[in-house]
């Protein structure tokens, strides 16, 4: 266009902020490279009461810029409203031409603002927009649009104020439309470039992905075309991972979504409407169950092999709920460039689900750190593999690395890059644990069938010390449909022979106790592999724990035996009620997690007649009350073993 014709008018360029931080700094850094026509840059900060915005207004300050803080009422219309009634306290209202913005929508082109403008000033034009929609109604989107002050004076709205989504919508495309008004006005709308080419671009708009564009017009050089892949496994659920990745500002990236079976959602039908060629989609011929992980180990050894993902050089570990904000694959790559030394990169906060949705710190340590927050290089990744089926699979994953390449080789990159999606911890309060070996195999299909219908989808954590991995295998086949199950295999030396039982049982049971310290849950229950609780059993225990004392430490069940058999409580089933005891035994046990924090279990290599069960209770019945439940009865199937002659 002709500068000529802008020279002498007031030009003001609004971009409607909404605590997004990331692209207000986004549009200063580009408008500072535009071509500006001597106009004046506005930040209109929607927020929220009670949102502390100074660091918003003080960056706005240092990089001197118009910020103009208003209450969020009625949205961007609403705040459009204030402007063309002139009642935006801080805006000067002497303006000739506005060019109105949400902040998702960004400039293509350094001389965005003059191709707008140049269109608006043809003769019978009244706005100058981005896209003309035909959704719903033909109407102006008003995301981003070009409009004369004379124009915006006349304008007439649904209601004043303006204040929820369908006063929005009455204004945008349903009753007296911004568009009907100016045709009323004898007076025409026009989109200068078609969407594709559009002088801004809306990143919500993933029918065509323009980041790669947008860098070379504003870094100067191309964007980083390194290639990272995605491992998710899924199992008939929605894949939030495609919509967090399709927004990624880095674009050479891959997902591997690994189905375990046939779908049953449809899924395949969806990545096709999807249709972008990044996303590999797989599915198994059976399930393998043990929650994705021999999925994520197959994966890694098919890159390692060469087939898949070609030429990928980074690997991220994901989860199909998980939400990686738009610039976390530029952030995490950028830096393992400029560090060829380093192995991986990860986020220093993440918001996290067993944090009710709060920010966590990650840090290298179990259970404060995602594979989803980490970036590994394809090299490292595959040289380490995926080994594990644990519930903590991932930290072992990257405490092997640590181990081999060093701490320091991890790079913590400032942002909280990553939402880690899961069910609520306020749902599931309660952690279930078990430890196990071969010779309780006569009793284990009916044990794992019924712990796993009483678990209610609370997390259950099985400890199998037998000799070798056969039974750990073999466990795991029989639940691999239990997506709530989690198993671990440690294995006791055998010698001495005389203690193994005792040594067994409470390096178990202290793993056990350390995994629901790291976890969230209010409840430690174990249940001995060989007892059968009722499935009501955490309803049980919950609601006897009302009429508990406040300092009660173990709540147990009965359990007896099978048709008349021997079981431990067979004496005392005439005896009903709740009974204070000295002796709570562990074989269906509720813990108060304050008894857990302060006391580990135990064993006493000069008495081994005794379990933990006993020593916990010398250890703390100064501090804490111990109790029975006799109306609770559990099924109990003793094994025919015997201790010292069948150690397998």
């Known amino acids: 266009m002709s500068v000529e014709k802008a020279k002498n008018l007031k030009i003001i360029v609004i971009v409607m902020i909404y605590n997004r931080f990331e692209n207000l700094k986004r549009w200063i850094d580009c408008w500072k490279k535009c071509q500006q026509l001597q106009a004046q840059l506005v930040i209109l900060h ?330 590994v290089r394809k090299e490292v990744a595959c040289d380490i593999g995926w080994f594990s089926n644990d519930h903590s699979a991932d930290w072992f994953y990257f405490d092997a690395i640590i181990k081999k390449y060093g701490k320091e080789k991890f790079l913590k990159i400032d942002g909280c890059l990553l939402v880690r999606n899961g069910e609520l911890p306020g749902k599931k309060d309660v952690f279930i644990g078990s430890y196990t070996n071969v010779v309780k195999k006569y009793c284990d299909k009916q044990f794992y069938e019924n712990l796993h219908r009483l678990s209610k989808g609370n997390e259950v954590h099985i400890v199998d010390n037998s000799i070798g991995l056969d039974y750990f295998n073999d466990i795991n086949s029989i639940c691999k449909e239990y997506d709530n199950f989690y198993f671990k295999h440690i294995e006791v030396p055998v010698e001495p022979k005389e203690s193994v039982f005792q040594r067994r049982v409470i390096e178990s049971i202290n793993y056990l106790r350390q995994l629901f310290l790291d976890s969230k849950c209010e409840y430690f229950i174990t249940i001995e592999s060989d007892v059968m609780p009722p499935i009501n059993i955490i309803e049980s225990f919950k609601e006897t724990i009302k009429n508990l004392p406040e300092n009660w430490g173990m709540l147990g069940a009965l359990y007896h035996g099978q048709d008349g058999g021997k079981g431990f409580h067979d004496l005392g089933r005439e005896v009903k009620g709740l009974y204070q005891t000295k002796q709570t035994l562990c074989g269906c046990t509720i813990y108060n997690r304050k008894l857990i924090e302060k006391y580990p279990f135990r064993w006493d290599k000069n008495d081994l007649r005794h379990f933990h069960d006993v020593y916990i209770y010398q250890d703390a019945n100064k501090e804490f009350t111990f109790w029975d439940n006799r109306d609770i009865n559990c099924l109990h199937i003793p094994s025919n073993a015997i201790r010292d002659k069948d150690i397998r």
């Open 46 to 375: 929607n927020h929220d009461a009670g949102t502390d915005y100074s660091e918003y207004e003080n960056y706005c300050l240092d990089h001197n810029v118009k910020y103009i803080p208003r209450l969020n009422i009625g949205m961007d219309m609403g705040a459009f409203q204030d402007v063309c009634l002139k009642r935006l306290k801080g805006l000067d209202n002497n303006w000739d031409i506005l060019f109105w913005v949400t902040d998702d929508v960004i400039p293509m082109r350094k001389d965005f603002l003059p191709c707008f403008i140049e269109s608006l000033l043809q003769p019978d034009i009244g706005i100058s927009c981005m896209q003309i929609s035909d959704l719903i109604a033909t109407h102006v989107r008003t995301t981003g649009f070009c409009i004369k002050k004379e124009i915006a004076d006349q304008l007439k709205f649904p209601v004043d104020p303006i204040e929820t989504k369908d006063h929005c919508y009455e204004f945008e495309h349903r009753g007296n439309t911004l568009m009907k008004q100016i045709e009323a006005m004898g007076l025409k709308a026009v989109v200068p470039f078609s969407l594709d080419k559009s002088a801004v671009w809306d990143i919500n708009i993933t029918s065509f992905n323009r980041w790669k564009e947008h860098y070379l017009e504003f870094s100067g050089k191309e964007q980083r075309t390194n290639k990272i892949t995605f491992i998710c496994p899924i199992f008939n659920t929605f894949p939030e991972i495609v919509s967090s990745l399709i927004c990624q500002t880095h674009f050479n990236w891959e997902l591997l979504l690994i189905h375990e079976t046939k779908n049953q959602t449809k899924l395949p039908e969806l990545l096709k409407a999807i249709s972008d060629k990044r996303i590999t989609y797989i599915e198994t011929s059976e399930r393998v169950g043990f929650r994705g992980h021999p999925i994520i180990k197959w994966a890694v050894e098919q890159i390692r092999d060469n087939k898949l993902a070609i030429g990928t050089e980074f690997i991220v570990i994901t989860n199909p709920d998980n939400h990686h904000v738009p610039i976390y694959c530029e952030e995490l790559l950028e830096e393992l460039l400029k560090h060829p030394d380093a192995v991986a990169s990860y986020c220093s906060q993440m918001v996290h689900n067993l944090a009710n949705y709060g920010i966590i710190n990650s840090q290298l340590k179990r259970g404060f750190i995602d594979s989803a927050a980490v970036m």
